[in-house]
């Protein structure tokens, strides 16, 4: 479907909106030139390893391997110099079998039907893993938002959620937060489809969003919510490896939102930040980089570039050093053939989607760098969306203890079945994972069969 609308609103300019440290759009300047393989083929590989491995039924494998939806709109927004521009963004809506469709929107310039493809997959896999009564979507725009003054970032986003119409909804598909969007995003998008509906029914639909801010309906937690999660995984691993955190170390890329949680919260924990890298370069410093003073320093500057007292590496320097663990939270396709063979860690917790393609990864196996996939290790954003979307349902506003405790026994549920799965199949985690979020569809398929 694509649908084209006109826009006459204009206002004045002004600066970005400033909920996260993030993140003016990265010119992949820090890896290395590598031809990139088609993210939703690497999600169709990594989901057919799996469906081999446990035996899935091969029809109920052609189904879950097409996404049921893929909405394209191009919609014209007035800039504040009075031109218009035309935008084009997308929804794809990849399986509803068990709940309603769920994924983030992203506002960057790589976004593209092949990478929403993959990453509205993903969320299928994850809120299926984590059994969450949720399907997966994803979305975003075209888009370098560091382009624009938030007055049209605004318009570009109530347009954009016009656009998509009834393609979203609070019992249909439910947008959140992803890379360089965030809760002001999300109160355009509630404001804007609010607006679009009959008066009666607008309190009972504030859960057409998650990741809004606390005062229209957010839930505690939630801003941090996928950093908690992969803190949480990272110490049940390390305790499964008699790792003790408080003398272990780790390299993070990547100082958005989960990034800069994911930092924030690992400090009282004790283990040391080597090195950091975003879109504005590489930092190091072998005594430890402070994550509260690093994220002040972001959100004044933009970046990590120029922080105290830190060295200014390059991205090949970033990668190769020693450390425990490494965290990419940024973008995809970041370990591959090229940048693999430089990993000097034990392990790799995914934060960021995708950032493993598949020859990164056999290579990562080889060198026996064990890897939290993706969607286990980010499982902590849907979590919390979930849970937003209940108290919503109910009106409820639960406190941040009530929160982070339903979220450390989801995420740590899933973390178990995947190491069980694992140890079951004598395979890596992300297989495991696969197995056990295919085997919950699996059974839904099974029961209700095919229509007609
Ligand atoms: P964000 O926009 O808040 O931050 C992105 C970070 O990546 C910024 O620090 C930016 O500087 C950095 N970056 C961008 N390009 C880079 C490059 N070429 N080299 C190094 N760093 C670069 O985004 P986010 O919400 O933190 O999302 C990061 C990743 O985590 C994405 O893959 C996203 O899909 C995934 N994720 C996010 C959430 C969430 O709740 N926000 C949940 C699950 C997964």
């Not at 993140?23 to 169709?44: G, M, Q, T, Y």
Request: net charge neutral.
């Amino acid at each position: 479907m694509t649908t084209t609308m006109s826009s006459t609103e204009s206002t004045k300019r002004s600066s970005q909106p400033a909920a996260t440290p993030s993140s003016a759009p990265p010119a992949a300047a820090h890896a290395p030139a590598e031809a990139k393989s088609s993210l939703f083929e690497n999600v169709i590989k990594q989901f057919n390893k799996a469906a081999g491995l446990m035996g899935l039924d091969p029809n109920i494998g052609k189904i879950l391997s097409k996404p049921q939806n893929e909405i394209t709109v191009n919609f014209p927004v007035r800039m504040d110099d009075g031109r218009v521009e035309v935008f084009t963004g997308y929804r794809v809506q990849h399986n509803s079998a068990r709940g309603p469709f769920k994924g983030g929107l992203r506002y960057h310039p790589s976004v593209n039907i092949d990478e929403v493809r993959a990453l509205a997959a993903w969320m299928t896999w994850k809120t299926a893993l984590t059994n969450i009564p949720f399907g997966g979507a994803k979305g975003g725009i075209q888009i370098d938002p560091s382009k624009y003054s938030t007055d049209e970032l605004q318009r570009i986003t109530r347009r954009f959620t016009y656009a998509l119409g009834d393609n979203i909804g609070p019992e249909y598909d439910i947008p959140a937060p992803d890379m360089n969007t965030n809760p002001q995003i999300m109160a355009w998008i509630l404001d804007t489809y609010l607006s679009t509906i009959p008066p009666h029914e607008r309190q009972s639909c504030t859960h057409v969003v998650t990741g809004k801010p606390i005062v229209s309906g957010g839930s505690q937690g939630r801003d941090k919510a996928t950093g908690q999660g992969i803190v949480y995984l990272v110490e049940e691993w390390a305790k499964d490896h008699a790792l003790d955190l408080k003398s272990a170390s780790y390299t993070l890329q990547g100082y958005g939102n989960v990034g800069s949680w994911t930092a924030r919260l690992m400090k009282p924990l004790g283990a040391k930040l080597l090195a950091v890298e975003d879109h504005t370069g590489a930092i190091s410093n072998p005594d430890g980089i402070d994550a509260d003073r690093l994220f002040e320093h972001v959100r004044a500057r933009g970046g990590v570039r120029g922080f105290a007292k830190c060295a200014t590496i390059d991205h090949v320097e970033m990668l190769k050093i020693k450390a425990d663990f490494f965290i990419p939270a940024a973008m995809e396709n970041q370990l591959t053939a090229s940048t693999a063979p430089l990993l000097n860690v034990r392990m790799v917790a995914e934060g960021a989607n995708g950032p493993t393609n598949l020859e990164g990864e056999a290579i990562l196996a080889q060198r026996g760098i064990e890897v939290l996939p993706d969607f286990l290790c980010n499982a902590g954003g849907v979590i919390v969306s979930y849970f937003e979307w209940l108290q919503n349902k109910r009106s409820e506003f639960w406190d941040l203890d009530e929160v982070d405790t339903k979220l450390r026994k989801k995420i740590l549920g899933a973390y178990r079945a995947v190491r069980e799965m694992a140890a079951k199949h004598h395979t890596d985690w992300r297989t495991a994972a696969y197995i056990v979020a295919i085997q919950n569809l699996e059974t839904v398929y099974k029961e209700r069969g095919i229509f007609p």
